[in-house]
């Protein structure tokens, strides 16, 4: 899956995770959203998609973070490869980084 957006953003709050990608600002078109909560502790984050077969809990076996875009590929047999490019500036690539690190801590920056 390959997913082009215009708009980034990382949120916190306590022990829940989320980095949403969407091509228009709160428009179900074309987003994309990883997510991890640290309540019940395994190695699954939620995964979101205007696309339905990218939609539910998976572990991320690898990801890589550039400056433009992301590269994860999930853990199942079938459209395991997802790529979500993005602009973005460097503020909010920083924060982006972090919250990642976190929902993946496995990540590889680039």
Do not use: W
Not at 1 to 20: H, I, P, W
Not at 58 to 64: P, W
């Amino acid at each position: 899956m390959e997913c082009n957006c215009k708009y980034v953003s990382a949120t916190e709050a306590g022990d829940y995770y989320e980095v949403t990608f969407e091509k228009e600002i709160s428009n179900d078109e074309e987003y994309f959203l990883i997510q991890r909560q640290f309540e019940f502790l395994n190695d699954e984050c939620y995964i979101e998609s205007n696309d339905l077969d990218y939609c539910g809990h998976f572990k991320i076996n690898k990801a890589v973070l550039y400056n433009n875009r992301v590269e994860m590929e999930i853990d199942r047999t079938f459209n395991k490869e997802i790529t979500v490019k993005y602009p973005i500036s460097l503020e909010n690539y920083s924060e982006v980084q972090r919250i990642l690190k976190i929902i993946i801590p496995h990540l590889i920056i680039k």
